[in-house]
C-alpha cells in the first residue's frame, strides 16, 4: 500500500503551490469577469487616517479627476491631510468663508467646468457619486484653510528693506540693467513668498507632531 507523507517538504510545497495557483486563478478571473468588484475595492480602500478619521482613496481620486490638486497619490493625500489639520485650525478661530469668498468659490466652480469641459465634468460627477455641492464644499474648505494662512502666518510676514536690497546684490545677475527701484515689490514678493512657505511649514510640522497620522499609500 502506498502512503502520502503529509509531512515531507515536498508535499507541502506541492500543496502551496497548488493554492497558490488557485488564488491566482480566483484573482484572474475577477479582473477579467468582474472589474467592477476589482474597481469597488481599489476606489473604498483607506489612503490614509487622522486622528481617527478616515481618508477613504476615493478622496485622493477626487482631487485628482477635478484637477483640485497635483502630483502622487501620495503627495495628494499629504495635502489632503495638512488640509484637514489647518482646517480644524481656522474652525478654532472661527474663520469661516465671506460673501467674497463665496464669489470665488462659484468662480473656481466655474474655471473647473471650463477646463474639463461640461461633458467631462458631468461624467466625473456621476462616475464619483457627487454633486456639484459636494465640490462646492470641497472648494469652500480650501478658499477657509487660504483665509487662515493669511491669518495666522501672512500676518506676521514682513519684509524689510534691507532683505530686499541684500536679495537684489545677490542676484544681480538675474535682473541686468534693471534698477532696484524698478524689481523692489517683485523682490518683495519673491521673499514674502519663501517665508510664509518657511512659516507655514513649520507650522505645519508642529501640527503633524500632534496628530495621530496613517498613510497607507
Known amino acids: 500500500m502506498y502512503y502520502v507523507d503529509c509531512f515531507s517538504d515536498s508535499f507541502y510545497n ?24 476589482l474597481y469597488a475595492v ?14 477613504p482613496y476615493w478622496s485622493v481620486l477626487i482631487e485628482k479627476a477635478f484637477n483640485l490638486t497635483g502630483g502622487s497619490d501620495k503627495e495628494v493625500l499629504q495635502k489632503i491631510i495638512d488640509r484637514r489639520l489647518l482646517l480644524k485650525e481656522a474652525e478654532k478661530f472661527k474663520i469661516t468663508e465671506t460673501s467674497q469668498d463665496n464669489k ?15 461633458d467631462k465634468f458631468n461624467r466625473l460627477l456621476q462616475e464619483y457619486e457627487l454633486k456639484e455641492t459636494d465640490l462646492l464644499n470641497l472648494i469652500k474648505n480650501r478658499i477657509i484653510v487660504e483665509r487662515f494662512i493669511d491669518f495666522r502666518i501672512n500676518f506676521f510676514v514682513v519684509v524689510s528693506d ?17 534698477v532696484l527701484d ?36
Open 14 to 37: 506541492a500543496l502551496m503551490f497548488s493554492r497558490f495557483r488557485l488564488a491566482i486563478c480566483i484573482a484572474l478571473c475577477i479582473i477579467l469577469f468582474y472589474p467592477a468588484i
Open 42 to 55: 481599489v476606489f473604498n480602500n483607506i489612503a490614509g487616517v487622522i486622528d481617527g478619521e478616515i481618508i
Open 104 to 118: 470665488n468659490i462659484q468662480k473656481v466652480l466655474q474655471d473647473i467646468k471650463e477646463s474639463l469641459g461640461e
Open 162 to 178: 534691507d532683505a530686499i536690497k541684500a536679495y537684489y546684490n545677490d542676484h544681480r545677475d538675474e535682473y541686468g540693467d534693471k
Open 182 to 217: 524698478d524689481i523692489s515689490e517683485q523682490i518683495k514678493a519673491i521673499l514674502f513668498k519663501t517665508e510664509s512657505n518657511r512659516r507655514l511649514e513649520d507650522y505645519l510640522d508642529q501640527l503633524r507632531r500632534n496628530a495621530k497620522i496613517s498613510i497607507n499609500l
